[in-house]
């Protein structure tokens, strides 16, 4: 029996181990073959195979979607440097002939060269597509090799990146733009007359402007992060004005004093409001400090100036009022006098003598009326002077005071007239207050018109929002109603068809010792105190007065005065 070959088995173990590898190396194949069918085939980024010379021999399917070419277009036929950005090639040549210190020929060259030298090379790469428009690509380049490590091709897989660089274009515009917002906000902040500073919710300081440095005497690295209560005279209140910003989200006209670092102090206003992120979450307080050193020390010498006067017109009215009394003394004597004598009790006088005497007495009597007026007015500048009211029958006052001018109304031949809505019956008034008010405007209102004209005196009741509007179109100056509680007012009108007052001059009427002119003064004769004793009276009752005029036409005067009505009647009123 003939023996089997010794080396048999080892022969079919070999074999066995050949096939195993075999398979493995099969599948191992079939894996790449997937894998690069995977990456060639993908849409979602562009694969472009090209041989030793760049002609492009693989253009997949995601090539084609982004670039808009068939693969038939290209394969064979052009390189990838055919479908870039030619100005980007020059300028990546440049790039690299400068970097590597070799000339490097723009075009397919510039494209693989570092890949060429087996370094590993990513960048952006402009395609241009088939219809013209630009693609921006992130580029990563791949040398391909033989067993050999001969170069028999380059591999470019690509990415869009339009969305990544529209990214970083807006950003890069939004990062300029708040640059700009920075740089105009800093100017805003630094142009400022103000001082100004920033600080966080607990009061430390966080930015400042120079005027702040120039108000405090110190850096701006000295101040922030610094409190800003430290840099008053009161800390305290400092603190205090923190707090209340962020308790009302701001605050305004805080008064505070800086004190510099040589110890000047400066009176500031303290302006603030919170300031919030875009979370509305607190960021801190920024504040204002204006310098209100001056216009503090202004308002102490006007207030003491207004001290001044006004005790110097105290002390004039007083003076005035002493003076009238002095005055007034004497002359009721020579009144008296002169009247005993016109009326004869002291014996029989020649014609001369009679009108001597009787220029003495009209002098007299005019003198007097003008000491009392003067009288009246210091009582009232001086506050001296009061109402005393009483019950008093309107309709009579009204008579009795067209009565008292009727006289000199006959001599000029001028009409009177009384014009009245109702029967106003008793009234609460100062009666002879209201009575030398209703007299000082009819006898104002005759002295000033010519011969053969009129003045009406009218009278009628109004609501308190009628107070100040007169009817027609003439211009009218007209001064405030005082505070108060009054709603129904008697409005005392008396218009005339005198010689008028221009709109220029009306701001001259109601002052004591005023005329519109000296041609005036010379032919009308007065003092100017009738219109401002009318007004003073008017005001002390708690009413107003106004005017209204056309020069050459008339003027017409209105007073208002608060409706008292006595307490018997005070459920009647207003009376229809």
């Not at 004190?259 to 000047?264: E, K």
Request: net charge negative; proline share 3%.
């Amino acid at each position: 029996m003939q023996n089997p070959p010794v080396d048999q088995p080892t022969t079919e173990t070999q074999s066995r181990a050949e096939k195993i590898v075999e398979s493995r190396r099969q599948k191992t194949l079939l894996k790449t073959g997937a894998l690069q069918d995977a990456i060639f085939n993908s849409a979602y980024f562009s694969s472009i195979a090209t041989d030793e010379h760049g002609v492009i021999q693989i253009f997949n399917v995601g090539a084609e979607r982004m670039l808009g070419y068939h693969s038939e277009d290209v394969v064979d036929k052009i390189t990838p440097a055919d479908i870039s950005d030619p100005a980007e090639l020059i300028i990546r040549a440049a790039a690299l002939s400068h970097e590597l210190n070799t000339p490097i020929t723009p075009g397919f060259e510039a494209l693989v060269f570092k890949a060429s030298r087996g370094i590993e090379d990513i960048y952006e790469l402009t395609y241009i597509r088939k219809d013209g428009s630009r693609l921006s690509a992130m580029v990563s380049v791949t040398s391909l090799r033989d067993s050999a490590e001969t170069i028999i091709g380059y591999l470019l897989i690509g990415t869009d990146n339009t969305a990544r660089k529209q990214e970083e274009e807006t950003q890069a515009l939004l990062d300029q733009r708040l640059r700009d917002q920075q740089f105009y906000t800093r100017s805003l902040i630094e142009s400022n007359i103000d001082a100004l500073m920033m600080t966080d919710p607990q009061g430390i300081i966080s930015d400042v402007n120079k005027q702040m440095m120039a108000l405090t005497g110190r850096t701006r690295d000295e101040l922030i992060g610094a409190p800003c209560k430290n840099f008053f005279t009161d800390p305290a209140s400092a603190d205090a004005a923190i707090k209340r910003v962020l308790s009302e989200h701001k605050v305004s006209d805080y008064e505070l004093t800086v004190r510099a670092y040589d110890g000047t102090e400066t009176v500031v206003s303290y302006n603030a409001a919170t300031f919030h992120d875009r979370d509305r979450k607190l960021k801190g307080v920024f504040a204002a400090a204006r310098d209100v050193t001056e216009r503090k020390r202004f308002e102490r010498t006007l207030e003491e100036k207004n001290i001044e006067l006004e005790h110097a017109s105290h002390m004039k009215s007083e003076f005035l009022a002493t003076m009238s009394h002095e005055l007034r003394t004497p002359l009721n004597a020579v009144i008296g006098f002169s009247e005993a004598l016109k009326d004869g009790m002291v014996g029989d006088m020649t014609d001369a003598q009679r009108r001597y005497i009787g220029d003495i007495f009209n002098s007299g009597q005019h003198l007097l009326s003008l000491i009392n007026d003067i009288l009246d007015l210091s009582k009232v500048e001086a506050g001296m002077m009061l109402l005393e009211l009483e019950a008093v029958d309107l309709d009579e006052l009204l008579s009795n005071s067209l009565l008292i001018v009727r006289e000199q109304a006959a001599l000029q031949r001028i009409q009177l007239k009384l014009e009245t809505e109702a029967d106003f019956g008793v009234l609460e008034l100062d009666r002879r207050k209201t009575k030398q008010i209703v007299y000082n405007l009819l006898a104002n209102a005759v002295k000033f018109s010519e011969p053969g004209g009129w003045v009406t005196l009218a009278v009628r009741q109004v609501s308190r929002a009628q107070v100040g509007i007169l009817d027609g179109d003439w211009p009218v100056h007209s001064f405030p109603l005082p505070p108060g509680d009054y709603e129904h007012f008697l409005q005392v009108s008396v218009s005339d068809t005198g010689i008028g007052i221009a709109q220029s001059d009306m701001n001259k009427l109601f002052k004591a010792f005023s005329q519109i002119d000296s041609s005036l003064a010379r032919k009308f004769e007065g003092t100017g105190l009738g219109l401002a004793m009318v007004k003073q009276l008017t005001e002390l009752h708690g009413g107003c007065v106004a005017v209204a005029s056309v020069k050459d036409l008339g003027a017409r005067f209105v007073v208002w005065l608060p409706i008292r009505a006595p307490a018997a009647e005070e459920a009647q009123w207003p009376r229809s």
